[in-house]
């Protein structure tokens, strides 16, 4: 029966270990308990949230963050706890513990012990006196000391990479003129019809995301951040840049300097496959593709000779197009065919935009 003590204790203490590793320490992935963790916070959340007044639901999700960190952190401590509770107890009955009048072998004095070896505080009414055990208690002691060191570097890079996350977020929502219209955006970077700083701002944009991916990719826990200003929520920064990528890349003919920017290709690929990577690693959604399919060529040329249309993304487009004529100052015939092939392309690279804001916002919503 000790063995059997032995070797739980064991297993615990190595699953503690193991997802800690994953966690803090491993760059491409979460422990296996951390990430059920944060689903299980996650799913707790929601369901609360959707059975307070509305007022407050948005605080409710606000609190499913700290929860998860919090979480975490008690879980590696009680994995530990437990772990070594389970090897002191087989010790308190074997007489390897000198143990103070009044105290007997329990399984509450081998957590009591546990406990206090693993925050370094000895109260003298508990100490080994077998060489084993002496070894597990120091064991103990120095894995305190480098589990309190990685908890606080958790926590610390966690809330950095939302602050991050929180600067680009208002970064963008005060350029849009705390508006959801990307025209507002890049309003302020043509001046006469010429790019002004255009491509200092791609880079911040570009920089951000990627920024943003490392730091979700390294701590999956900050997806589910929720917070209650609405411009800070995942969806709308990737949908205001998203649709600053689709104004420059289609809303000009191609061979545009402005459509040829180097940093646009950049952040048009950034923008695809990170938001591939987080709908396949967040959702389970491994093949997504878009819900909305281009007209056919009669049916646009006709909308477009007309400039308007009752189909809703070819007026989308019409409007794209004439905005970024009129920014530009680039006013000249349109080549029907060339226009056409440009929303066909277009229309793809919306729809993603679209589907992916609409997913994001329905798995982060109260149920």
């Known amino acids: 029966m000790d063995i059997v003590w032995i070797v739980a204790g064991t297993i615990l203490i190595l699953a503690g270990v193991l997802d800690l590793f994953m966690t803090v320490l491993y760059y491409d992935a979460a422990g296996p308990l951390s990430i059920r963790l944060y689903r299980f916070t996650w799913a707790i959340c929601r369901r609360l949230a959707s059975r307070v007044p509305p007022k407050h639901t948005a605080f409710v999700l606000s609190l499913g963050v700290p929860l998860m960190v919090l979480g975490s952190l008690i879980l590696w401590i009680a994995l530990q706890v437990v772990g070594f509770a389970a090897i002191y107890y087989v010790g308190l009955h074997g007489g390897a513990f000198r143990l103070s009048e009044g105290l007997e072998a329990s399984a509450i004095e081998a957590l009591y012990l546990s406990g206090i070896s693993l925050s370094g505080v000895g109260y003298g ?13 120091a064991l103990q002691a120095l894995m305190g000391y480098g589990f309190l060191t990685l908890a606080i570097a958790y926590v610390v890079n966690v809330y950095k990479v939302i602050e991050d996350m929180g600067v680009l977020s208002s970064d ?3 350029e849009s003129e705390r508006t959801y219209d990307a025209s507002h955006i890049l309003e302020v970077h043509f001046h006469n019809g010429e790019p002004r700083d255009l491509t200092g701002r791609l880079i911040n944009f570009y920089n951000g995301l990627i920024s943003h991916h490392e ?3 390294h701590y999956p826990v900050v997806y589910y951040f929720y917070s209650r200003r609405g411009y800070a929520a995942l969806p709308y920064r990737f949908g205001l840049i998203g649709r600053v990528v689709a104004a420059l890349r289609w809303g000009l003919p191609k061979g545009d300097p402005v459509t040829e920017e180097p940093w646009l290709r950049a952040l048009k690929s950034a923008y695809e496959s990170i938001s591939s990577e987080i709908m396949e690693r967040f959702l389970g959604t491994e093949h997504w593709s878009p819900n909305d399919e281009p007209v056919d060529r009669k049916r646009f040329l006709t909308d477009l000779s007309y400039g308007r249309s009752d189909d809703a993304l070819i007026q989308r487009f019409l409007e794209l197009l004439n905005f970024m004529e009129t920014v530009t100052e680039r006013k000249q015939p349109r080549d029907p065919e060339e226009v056409y092939q440009r929303y066909c392309e277009w229309v793809p690279f919306v729809s993603r935009i679209d589907e992916f804001g609409h997913t994001i916002i329905n798995h982060l919503s109260p149920r």
């Open 172 to 174: 963008i929502y005060h």
């Open 215 to 217: 730091g979700m990719r």
């Open 125 to 137: 009414d508990m100490a080994p006196i077998t060489a084993p055990y002496q070894l597990v208690a």
